[in-house]
């Protein structure tokens, strides 16, 4: 039973888990002869169930002020709790209201135990990332007999491969367990947002960035946390998220577009803070990065390297940049360290995640290494489009020529406060040259403590614009990136998912072999791009029709605002046989959205930019010959490996 998960959990030093008891009640009615045979009813309007049982029937619901119980006492065996019929009556009117026969039919008994609900409203299912070898299965939120088969066997697998990431804010827990009781049987729109918890985690950046207007989601764990205060009277959050509430496209569609397009045509600022960011150091540093990192991290110490992390059945657990390091002068940015070392960025949502992977390395294989999270202590500003060389050279005096300051490479500059004053202060970050949106751009990594001074200076900068996450992710998709966790899952094999050109031809990082067995025998479901000529809103989910037939379904699906079209990114399969290019380019495709199918072009690679003419600077004429594209453009050789 999942409220009594926390108190297991104690015993092996786990203080607390992400997980709420709530009472939650259901009455059993007399018996109705009519009611035999009749169907179960799920009422999403009202939050409202009927479960016919016989010649009776359950009925229950989800209100909006549950009894919550902040833990189950650990004296407290099971048991049930008295009905509280000022808080289910809401439950019974809705019922009467739907079937008048119920308002004559008495009640024959009533129950009401505990139900865990957690804050994403899904179960807390694998390995603790803390505790390595104690697994957890609980918080089903109200589904554990719905979800208990297919969990069991996948629970039998983590225990066999190892996984977990959870965390853990009393406060934020309670709100946004609050939260997922209360929505239970909300419609799940693609683009919807929580309303409870949105503050449990701040950037240093948050209220520059809210006096500049932006609208701050719950991006990943940077969520939010206030408890036990009156209902906030500011609605403006809630009205706004009402245009996300739609399976077409949202009522943003045109905002996103002009944030997505200047980033495109001119040059857009990212706040990136929320990415996870580590250093891996320590005596067997090296050693641990040739288990964990598919590229080659042989090279130069100015590398920026894109790199998977594999599960032992050669799955993706996480894609990374890597910076190669070899000590510094001291500071968040460039810490002082022996021997080499590397600077991990990864995916906030995943962040976790990956940390928890690392960390079982390091402790599977006893390595003397040490992983540092600096997520808080660093920010993260990424300036990006073609006029970004321009704008960020009147902020530092280093260069930042193809020369000078080469794709994929990092180094510490100064940036200062005010263009093209350098006598003014100057505040030192690590630069990357790398980008998430296919465009001529830089990261830069700045100690929280000086974030503030130098968004300010940036933000000033004429012609460069504020841009938000959705219109990113447009980009990315848009430009052939990868997202983990959506077009890219533990589940996918890198050359599946036209990753092999990051995993090293020679090395022992841990799925190696299934790696080169896939090179060799060739794959059953292959990665692939769709663009859509009619306008419709995809999201993923949405089915891939061959010639007629399915052959899969889009993992992500968004707008190109550039290619202005819809673009979405799925897997191809053939009935379990190989999936060869020769078979990719023969089919006709579809895309059925909605229940309507919808003429798609396959690529094998993403049609924009198909050179990587732009990461360079160039923005001459493009070619369009995806055939000579290379995915991550410029990462193929630093991965040190081939498709």
């Known amino acids: 039973m999942g409220a009594w998960g926390p108190r297991v959990a104690r015993f092996a030093g786990i203080p607390n888990l992400p997980l709420i008891p709530f009472k939650h009640a259901y009455v059993v009615m007399d018996a109705t002869p009519e009611i035999r045979g009749g169907p179960n009813i799920r009422d999403h309007d009202v939050d409202l169930y009927i479960k016919v049982q016989g010649e009776s029937c359950q009925v229950g619901g989800y209100e909006s002020n549950p009894h919550m119980l902040d833990q189950v006492p650990d004296n407290l065996q099971f048991h049930l709790y008295e009905l509280d019929w000022d808080v289910f009556g809401i439950h019974m009117t809705s019922a009467t209201s739907l079937c008048p026969k ?38 089903y939120n109200s589904a554990g007999m719905m979800f208990s088969a297919g969990c069991g066997i996948q629970m039998a697998e983590w ?54 207007g932006a609208i701050r989601v719950q991006q990943y764990d940077w969520g939010g946390a206030h408890s036990d205060y009156p209902r906030n009277i500011d609605q403006r ?69 894109y790199s998977l992390l594999l599960n032992d059945k050669g799955g993706v657990e996480a894609d990374v940049t890597v ?73 530092t005096d280093a260069g930042l020529s193809n020369d000078a300051f080469p794709v994929n490479t990092h180094r510490s500059i100064h940036v200062t406060k005010a263009a093209n004053k350098p006598e003014d202060k100057r505040y030192r970050c690590r630069a990357l040259r790398v980008t998430w949106s296919g465009e001529l751009g830089w990261e830069l990594h700045v100690p929280s403590a000086h974030a503030i001074p130098v968004y300010k200076a940036l933000s000033r900068a004429k012609g460069l614009r504020n841009a938000g996450w959705r219109a990113l992710t447009s980009l990315s998709a848009e430009k052939g990136y990868h997202l983990w966790n959506s077009d890219l899952r533990a589940d996918d094999n890198p050359v599946e998912a036209g990753l092999g050109f990051a ?60 290619l202005d079209k819809p673009i979405g990114i799925g897997y191809v399969t053939n009935k379990g046989d190989l999936v060869t290019k020769d078979y990719l380019k023969e089919g006709h495709y579809e895309i059925e959205v909605l229940g309507e199918k919808h ?37 193929n050789e630093r991965a040190g490996g081939s498709e």
């Open 503 to 562: 995993c090293r031809k020679d090395g022992d990082y841990i799925g190696n072999e299934h790696v080169t067995r896939a090179k060799a025998n060739g794959v059953t479901k292959k990665y692939a791009f769709f663009t859509l000529d009619d306008k419709v809103a995809i999201f993923g989910q949405e089915a891939i029709f061959r010639n007629g037939e399915p052959v899969g379904y889009l993992r992500r699906g968004d707008y190109a605002f550039y």
């Open 599 to 635: 003429k798609a072009t396959l690529h094998l690679k993403s049609p924009f930019d198909p050179n990587g003419q732009r990461l360079l600077g160039n923005y001459g004429p493009q070619g369009m010959d995806e055939n000579t594209h290379e995915p991550h453009a410029g990462q």
């Open 323 to 395: 910076s190669i390091l070899d000590g510094g002068t001291g500071g968040l940015h460039e810490p002082i360290f022996k021997g080499r070392g590397y600077y991990v960025v990864t995916s906030g949502f995943s962040a976790n995640h990956t940390l928890a992977h690392l960390r079982r390395i390091i402790n599977t294989h006893k390595l003397r290494a040490t992983i540092t999270d600096v997520t808080k202590q660093m920010c993260i500003l990424s300036v990006q489009g073609p006029d970004s060389q321009r704008i960020l050279q009147r902020y």
């Open 102 to 139: 119920l308002s004559t039919v008495g009640v024959k008994s009533t129950v009401c135990g505990p139900e865990s609900f957690t804050p994403d409203h899904k179960p807390l299912l694998g390995e603790d990332p803390n505790v390595f070898g104690l697994y957890h299965n609980c918080g």
């Open 159 to 212: 225990i066999v491969t190892g996984r977990g990431r959870y965390m853990s804010r009393p406060h934020w827990m309670r709100e946004t367990s609050h939260e997922a009781y209360a929505r239970n049987y909300n419609i799940v729109f693609p683009h919807d947002e929580h309303l409870a918890g949105r503050d449990a985690s701040h950037d240093a950046l948050h209220q520059e960035l809210v006096e500049d």
């Open 237 to 305: 959050y809630e009205e706004i998220l009402k245009g996300e509430h739609s399976f077409d496209f949202s009522k943003h569609h045109n905002i996103i577009g002009e944030e997505a397009l200047a980033c495109r045509n001119a040059a857009a600022l990212f706040n990136m803070s929320y990415y996870g960011k580590f250093y891996l150091t320590g005596p067997d540093a090296q050693r641990t990065a040739d288990l964990a990192f598919t590229a080659d991290l042989s090279k130069h110490d100015d590398r920026v390297v």
